[in-house]
């Protein structure tokens, strides 16, 4: 058990060290959706996500109400 240990420390490391990191990476973006931050910052012209369709929770009141349905206000199927 010792051998494979000492052949393997420095994957343990690497893997130990990817998984703090990664965990890090989560628990902030839940802290910053828990607080109310949008992950675009609430710039519409400058964020490629938004689409105008409110995905991330701003941009519909920045560009005038666009709703998320993807009909802007007209009646029937969305196309």
Not at 10 to 25: E, Q, R
Not at 31 to 51: F, H, L, M, T, V
Request: hydrophobic share 40%; aromatic share 2%.
């Amino acid at each position: 058990m010792l051998n494979w240990l000492s052949a393997n420390l420095v994957n343990i490391v690497l893997i130990a060290a990817l998984v703090l990191i990664v965990g890090l990476l989560i628990r902030g973006m839940i802290r910053d959706r828990k607080a109310g931050k949008s992950p675009c910052g609430g710039n519409c012209a400058a964020c490629g996500a938004c689409k105008g369709c409110s995905a991330c929770g701003q941009c519909g009141a920045a560009k005038g109400g666009i709703r998320t349905d993807h009909t802007n206000g007209v009646s029937g199927n969305p196309s």
